[in-house]
């Protein structure tokens, strides 16, 4: 096996790299990548191991960190003291985690290219004085590489995944036990009733109201730096990057109301975000766009599951998903 760098994902073609990402999720694919690389705040390599053919085996992007913008990714806040890493291996963001391999390795193969990634991490991390971690690791991927590490996983979060059987939103409502379903079914034509305009539509239709909506959501749980132009500037760079950014949107008149901006990427509906205007509210409306509107949409793009990530767990929980730890690695 031949280990490698590049600086850009652009320098892999995307039907190679896809192969090894679709089965990982939305925040390592070749599209996802490329859009993050104009972040000013990290610079972006990726390491790759390749078989003697050149067929490429494993891969990770590599972040090395000029200024965190979010909490929820400094070491500061979320590893022990004094513990500062400051290369993030993986996806830098989604919450949502795992080193790359292709379909089809045997155990012994898999453990090797984990080893060669792990070592190439350590490499970029010592050219630039500092050491590395991987963040959000789902599960699955924090065992596999737990034992590269000498330290033990560190819990981080809870990630709620929910299940979508059969062929339509019914089904998914009846997969729930009785409790649930009354109460969803009444959420639903409750929202229904409001006779608010839902839209589909593509984010760079919406990029203004949407800015404003996910700005203010920002601003209410204390990120007084998340400003109107900040979030609109954010989504249109997503916008651009991601030709398959949709929203969904509810409309009182020609006031945007709320929305939530998810991707269908390999088997998984993925939440990206969601906002509402919380000084006119509508019934229910924060769950039907967390939800239900994307579960019947995820049903037409023919996906099996809603990824709903982090937070409010109980809730999700109610609506089906199962729940699952997200861990870190550090390279002390």
């Known amino acids: ?193 409001a006779g608010l305009d839902v839209r589909h539509q593509a984010l760079a239709d919406c990029l203004k109201d949407a800015g404003a909506l996910l700005a203010g959501h920002q601003q209410d749980h204390g990120h007084d730096g998340d400003g109107v132009d900040a979030m609109t500037g954010l989504l249109a760079r997503q916008a651009a990057a991601m030709g398959e950014a949709r929203v969904v949107a509810a409309y009182d008149g020609p006031r945007m109301a709320g929305f939530c901006l998810y991707y269908h990427y390999g088997s998984t509906t993925w939440i990206r975000a969601v906002a509402v205007d919380r000084r006119h509210p509508a019934p229910h409306l924060y769950f039907n766009l967390m939800y239900y509107l994307p579960v019947e949409d995820a049903y037409v793009h023919g996906t099996t599951a809603l990824h709903a990530g982090m937070t409010t767990i109980e809730a999700k929980r109610r609506r089906g998903a199962t729940v699952s730890g997200l861990w870190a690695l550090v390279d002390r």
């Open 1 to 193: 096996m031949i280990t490698s760098f590049v600086d850009s994902v652009h320098a892999v073609p995307a039907a190679e790299w896809e192969h090894l990402a679709r089965p990982a999720g939305l925040y390592l694919s070749h599209r996802w990548l490329a859009g993050e690389e104009d972040d000013p705040t990290a610079r972006c390599a990726y390491a790759l191991v390749r078989d003697r053919s050149g067929t490429l085996l494993a891969a990770t992007p590599l972040h090395l960190i000029r200024d965190e913008p979010n909490d929820h990714y400094r070491p500061g806040t979320v590893l022990p003291a004094p513990v500062r890493p400051r290369v993030i291996v993986g996806a830098r963001r989604g919450y949502h985690n795992t080193p790359l391999t292709a379909r089809g390795l045997g155990a012994g193969e898999r453990d090797r290219c984990l080893l060669l990634l792990r070592d190439a991490a350590r490499h970029f991390a010592d050219r630039h004085g500092t050491t590395h971690w991987w963040p959000y690791l789902t599960a699955p991927a924090a065992a596999q590489l737990a034992p590269l590490y000498p330290g033990r996983p560190l819990h981080l979060e809870d990630d709620a995944l929910i299940p979508l059987p059969g062929a339509g939103v019914d089904d998914y409502i009846a997969s729930l036990p009785s409790q649930r379903r009354a109460g969803i079914r009444r959420e639903r034509r409750a929202f229904a009733a």
